[in-house]
């Protein structure tokens, strides 16, 4: 049961612009986890926010979570060309926390 | 190193000639999972096992089979496999349920091919 949706599903920007990424989802969480996949590869755990946190940061990331509107944010802050590849919000579910179900991902993509 | 192998890493196979996708990880972690990844469809949790010789299914468990031996390891079994289980796979493995503290931790992937 897929629960994240990521918008925007693509995005181009430029080497020291920021980015920005959005997760909503539908029912109660326990946490919030965003990944970076590169192309082909294993998923990368970015950051992991719970339910009763608003913003948290992680070098040049920072997430909120907005519990009431369902949805989250992924900022990347002076982007860089390794940073291309895709981001996927995971949540769990709050009354069956047996797995994440992930979005289908954000293409970031970095250019020099 | 920690990390979570799969093996193999490519893998192209007849329809209906039975394989198995090894996982292994050494973390000592109690749960993992296996997830498929298709274009346009995102990843979609196959099988997890929340310990020794607990499974149980995810949202697409059919065709599939696995066991939890020993707690390092959780193989994926294709029977039988058909083509409209090629995909991209990938095993993932956390201390708790979830990945409700540190994440998962995901292995490298098997791109299967079923023809």
């Known amino acids: 049961s897929q629960q994240g949706e990521e918008d925007p599903q693509a995005l181009s920007i430029q080497e020291g612009e920021n980015a920005t990424m959005n997760c909503s989802y539908k029912t109660s969480i326990n946490n919030l986890q965003w990944y970076r996949q590169n192309s082909g590869r294993g998923l990368v755990h970015l950051i992991l926010?719970?339910?009763?946190?608003r913003e948290k940061h992680s070098g040049r990331l920072r997430v909120t979570l907005d519990t009431s509107k369902k949805s989250s944010s992924l900022l990347i802050t002076a982007s860089r060309a390794a940073d291309t590849a895709s981001y996927f919000c995971?949540?769990?579910?709050?009354?069956?926390?047996?797995?994440?179900?992930f979005g289908k991902g954000t293409s970031l993509l970095v250019t020099p | 190193e920690a990390q979570v192998t799969q093996n193999p890493r490519y893998l192209i196979t007849v329809t209906g000639k039975k394989l198995t996708v090894t996982c292994s990880q050494n973390?000592?972690?109690?749960?993992m999972s296996w997830y498929r990844q298709d274009p346009g469809l995102g990843l979609r949790q196959i099988y997890y096992s929340m310990n020794v010789e607990v499974t149980d299914k995810g949202d697409v468990p059919e065709g599939y089979k696995v066991s939890r031996k020993e707690k390092r390891n959780f193989p994926l079994i294709l029977e039988s496999p058909s083509p409209n289980q090629t995909s991209l796979y990938f095993c993932a493995s956390s201390l708790s349920v979830g990945g409700a503290n540190y994440g998962y931790t995901f292995g490298s992937g098997t791109r299967l091919t079923v023809v």
């Open positions: 973390m000592n972690h109690e749960y």
């Open positions: 995971a949540t769990d579910d709050v009354y069956s926390g047996y797995a994440l179900n």
């Open positions: 926010i719970r339910s009763n946190e």
